[in-house]
């Protein structure tokens, strides 16, 4: 028998080799905040069939000053009392400072009542939220003005915006409420939630009261969005009892947000914002049908984390730092693949495509429960983290080695462009078509929830 004490001492020896299992962990998310690419054209995909929005008439486009002024004190109450639900029903939730709370002042320009908005919502107050729409790649558009990248997001350089098209509203004029869910949808990834936790080196970071970055590096701006973005509720309890800031996530707290928002601009005529509100919404729900953000470092078991670990320990590090490059490079190359593989067939007006049809798949539709608070959680992630084992095996198997199978290759830090998708398809068809096939089943439930949800907002 293990003497008391020896026991207790070994007991803390497997709690502190656990922990710091899962830290490294936590670490790969710095490398991989980002979800899905391209959000707004599976939207589009997803929505447009939906015969719900069939007889949507266009929107008015509507400046956010007019819209907080005419709301005035309305949104107060809408925003004092998300916030008590959300400090009712929200595990870990980081409850907001006190003196954040959203108090309508007529007598304050139009820049300083957006600000004290922006803080109310604890996002970024540097986001630009112009008045604009992205062009689905075979649209042409000769009449309004062209932004750059830089006029919607606050990244200096943002891989997933190159070829991407944005033009610029005007006040007054009408829009379809499917283009203006399917741009908001990509929002959310220009900076929205970056610099938010208080060791971010960031003014409104120290505001906000989330506290210090759960995972990932806090030096690094892209990395602090990664806790909004990701959902990690399905570990084991293993890993949980480790490692218990890893429940520190947040996607509900921004889905129930938006959602209010949404909801009080709909009732109130403000048909613009409600649907913007909507699609940035809907960006947290899409991002919870990626494996890489549903579970922390899938094809990993908890058992091979803990002998990486104890290497690790003994000074081979070695097999710890292949792992955290495998995973992370297989969330890029999922990431890439996807991607051209919606924009190709756009691009070349294919738009009967397999690959874009799928995310109009609405043969499950029926047979889902009505959306619930609860849903993103025990629905949408855990549908994904129950996929990742098997997703992380498929990319392995199908893609071509250097970018998944090679640790000494970084596909984040790598500065060659590459298509994945053109890639697989010229060396083998049939691979790439066996490939797609396997994905469809996570396109298919990207398309489903996103219906799921916007179908719930109609509901009181």
Request: glycine fraction near 6%; hydrophobic fraction near 45%.
């Amino acid at each position: 028998m293990v003497p008391e004490k020896h026991s207790f001492a070994l007991r803390l020896s497997w709690q502190n080799m656990a922990r710091r299992a899962v830290v490294w962990c936590g670490l790969w998310a710095c490398a991989s905040a980002w979800a899905w690419s391209q959000h707004a054209l599976g939207t589009w995909q997803s929505l447009q069939g939906m015969p719900e929005l069939q007889g949507v008439p266009p929107v008015k486009v509507e400046s956010l000053a007019s819209f907080l002024r005419t709301q005035g004190p309305a949104l107060e109450a809408v925003l004092s009392q998300q916030e008590q639900l959300s400090r009712e029903r929200l595990r870990n939730y980081p409850a907001r400072p006190e003196v954040l709370a959203y108090r309508f002042d007529p007598s304050l320009d139009d820049a300083a009542l957006r600000q004290r908005f922006l803080h109310a919502l604890r996002v970024n107050p540097q986001i630009p939220l112009p008045l604009f729409l992205q062009l689905p790649p075979d649209q042409a558009e000769a009449t309004r003005p062209v932004l750059p990248a830089s006029a919607v997001s606050t990244l200096a350089r943002d891989n997933g915006l190159e070829g991407t098209r944005f033009v610029r509203l005007s006040v007054g004029e009408w829009v379809p409420a499917l283009d203006v869910i399917a741009t908001a949808a990509d929002e959310p990834d220009y900076g929205l939630d970056l610099g938010l936790w208080e060791d971010n080196g960031t003014e409104h970071g120290r505001r906000y009261g989330f506290g210090k970055q759960p995972f990932g590096n806090p030096a690094l701006a892209f990395s602090s969005q990664a806790p909004f973005h990701m959902g990690f509720f399905h570990e084991s309890p293993v890993v949980y009892a480790a490692a218990g800031f890893l429940r520190r996530t947040y996607p509900e707290y921004r889905v129930h947000l938006w959602q209010a928002l949404a909801r009080q601009a709909m009732k109130t005529g403000h048909d613009y914002w409600a649907w913007r509100f909507a699609g940035w919404a809907l960006h947290y729900v899409q991002d919870l049908t990626q494996p890489y953000h549903a579970r922390v470092l899938p094809g990993v078991s908890v058992v091979r984390m803990l002998g990486i670990q104890g290497l690790d320990l003994l000074g081979v590090s070695a097999p710890k730092n292949n792992a955290v490059t495998l995973v992370s490079n297989r969330h890029l190359a999922l990431e890439n693949f996807q991607r051209h593989a919606m924009l190709t067939p756009w691009q070349e007006g294919q738009l009967d495509h397999p690959m874009l049809k799928v995310y109009a798949a609405d043969a499950q539709d029926a047979a889902r429960l009505p959306w619930s608070e609860m849903s993103l959680r025990h629905h949408v992630a855990q549908e994904a983290a129950s996929l990742a084992d098997d997703i992380d095996a498929l990319l392995a198997q199908s893609l071509p080695p250097q970018y998944v199978s090679d640790p000494n290759f970084d596909f984040g830090a790598s500065s060659t462009p590459v298509n994945l998708f053109a890639l697989v398809t010229q060396q083998s068809p049939v691979a790439a078509q066996a490939l797609s096939q396997r994905l469809n089943r996570l396109f298919i439930n990207f398309g489903t929830h996103s219906r799921a949800w916007v179908r719930q907002l109609y509901r009181p």
